[in-house]
């Protein structure tokens, strides 16, 4: 079965500075992987998703990841933080084969921006 | 369109009562999803419908937890009797049916916080 990895459950950056936030996914077979972002008291947004085709996917509000399966990362980056990326980033992950159709979400990465 | 909606969007209610959750998809979504979001556990999927049929329920805690989709614009979750630990955020979630669900977007609503004294 798929599962996904966040290293570091809480990240603080200054504002204008890079975010880059930690993705590791487990997966049998080729995975389909997703950001998702919860700002609070929000259901969660998606951010960007790779299926397939290019393996760096840029999203809203200026995010990107980019798919590396040598080292079975997802890594979020945006160059230059912004007070309002202050939120709660989810990775998740999903496979094609059947009863993996599901998403498989981390545990979840809370960003703090300092002024 | 609307988005997801969810009723109520905060629940305060004691142990042993029952709570219903309420849940409209987005139109035209074929999917239909029920996630439980707490500190401890993250964000866990309890059960997910496709054209209104249960399709996985292997996340549903137990046997007081159970969810109905009647029609395709209307699902509920109900805890029956309700405890103390079942407080938590319950999200629904919807996505449109293109044959690839592994690709699909998931369109959450605002959530259900509920409190279980």
């Known amino acids: 079965a798929q599962s996904v990895t966040q290293l570091g459950s809480h990240v603080s950056v200054s504002e204008g500075a890079l975010v880059l936030l930690r993705c590791n996914y487990s997966?049998?077979?080729?995975?389909?992987l997703f950001w998702y972002v919860q700002y609070p008291n929000q259901g969660l947004q998606l951010l960007l998703k790779?299926?397939?085709?290019?393996?760096l996917v840029k999203g809203i509000n200026g995010f990107e990841a980019e798919f590396k399966k040598s080292e079975t990362s997802f890594h979020l980056t945006k160059p230059s933080a912004h007070m309002s990326d202050a939120a709660e980033y989810f990775c998740?992950?999903?496979?094609?084969?059947?009863?993996?159709?599901?998403?498989?979400f981390g545990t979840g990465t809370r960003l703090t921006i300092i002024p | 369109d609307a988005g997801v909606i969810q009723s109520p969007r905060h629940e305060v209610t004691e142990m042993g009562q029952e709570v219903t959750l309420r849940c409209k998809p987005i139109s035209g979504h074929d999917y239909l999803f029920w996630y439980r979001q707490t500190m401890m556990r993250g964000l866990e999927l309890l059960i997910y419908f496709n054209n209104n049929v249960p399709i996985d329920d292997s996340g549903m805690p137990e046997d007081r937890f159970s969810a109905k989709m009647p029609n395709a614009s209307f699902s509920t979750l109900k805890i029956q009797p309700s405890e103390p630990r079942d407080s938590a955020v319950y999200f629904c979630?919807?996505?449109?049916?293109?044959?690839?669900?592994?690709?699909?977007?998931?369109?959450f609503g605002p959530g259900t916080r509920l409190l279980v004294l």
């Open positions: 979630a919807s996505s449109p049916s293109s044959g690839r669900l592994h690709q699909e977007t998931q369109y």
């Open positions: 790779y299926t397939t085709g290019a393996t």
């Open positions: 997966s049998s077979v080729p995975p389909y």
């Open positions: 998740a992950v999903s496979e094609s084969n059947f009863g993996n159709e599901k998403l498989t």
